[in-house]
């Protein structure tokens, strides 16, 4: 190959630009082409968390909490059994459930653990040990949690949700919704007949606040020693924990209260 110091200039006038310019990109390709291997496959699924340093504290809290629960949805249409465990497993502590069973309620497919969090709650973590449910303390010794879009659910422990269990001829009768005690805004009356969709019917005297009734209840029933107000086709429900002072309060709390007492 001649040297272009020897080729003539207005040869090299004539040589397409494209090829004086190729093997200097294609170099730059070759070295670029490293950088894109290294990165990650957007198809891989994120690596499992590293297990947790579980302090005497955890351990405790773990030792304290961990038992045989139910799981439940807030009318109590889908349940299975839900057990803690207080040995480390993956991101947390291990739970043990008949997934099978469990898949009704759809979040728990993502469960491999959980955690007690400081603030008294339980979390559920998923294999990253990002939390997909937190169960916070309730009424009873149940815990709660609200899943935005979802619904609310319920961990239970089986032998108290039994000692606590509410026979229906201690619930028939008249009951007054309050938004705070001693100011009943509606009074409503359990009936002992059955309702269409399952339960037992109710009624409401007439002058209730319809902000207060705006889902609609025709129904209501019992289900883990909690009384439950279904609404029309059972889309709806609000469920009544037992409180200290023998009165009725909705479980969980959201936004103003509503407290239910005999008259």
């Keep these: ?30 070295a670029i082409t490293p950088a894109f291997a290294q990165k990650a496959d957007p198809a891989a699924k994120p690596a499992p968390a590293a297990a947790p340093k579980l302090d005497a504290t955890v351990r405790e809290a773990a030792a304290r909490i961990a038992a045989p629960l139910r799981l439940s949805s807030a009318d109590g249409s889908r349940s299975c059994a839900f057990a803690l465990k207080p040995d480390a497993s993956g991101p947390g502590l ?15 497919a993502q469960v491999i653990a959980w955690l007690p969090d400081p603030s008294g709650s339980i979390r559920l973590l998923n294999a990253q040990g990002r ?29 108290t949700a039994d000692a606590t269990e509410l026979r229906p001829e201690e619930v028939v009768g008249d009951w007054d919704l309050a ?75 959201r936004g103003r209260p509503l407290l239910m007492t005999r008259p």
Aim: hydrophobic content about 45%; overall charge negative.
């Design 1 to 30: 190959m001649a040297d272009l110091n020897d080729v003539p200039m207005d040869r090299m006038l004539r040589v397409p630009l494209c090829r004086m310019l190729a093997i200097p990109v294609l170099a730059g390709l070759f």
């Design 94 to 108: 291990a739970v043990e459930f008949d997934r099978p069973a469990c898949a009704d309620i759809g979040f728990s």
């Design 131 to 159: 939390t997909v449910a937190e169960f916070t303390e309730g009424a009873g010794g149940s815990y709660e949690a609200l899943r935005e879009g979802d619904g609310v659910y319920f961990l239970a422990n089986p032998a």
């Design 179 to 253: 938004r705070q005690a001693g100011a009943p805004v509606c009074r409503v009356t359990f009936l002992d007949s059955p309702a269409k969709g399952g339960g037992f019917r109710l009624s409401i005297a007439t002058g209730c606040d319809a902000a207060l009734l705006r889902f609609g209840p025709t129904a209501w029933d019992i289900e883990g020693g909690n009384i439950l107000v279904r609404g029309e086709g059972g889309a709806s429900v609000i469920r009544f924990a037992r409180q200290e002072d023998g009165g009725w309060a909705r479980t969980p709390e």
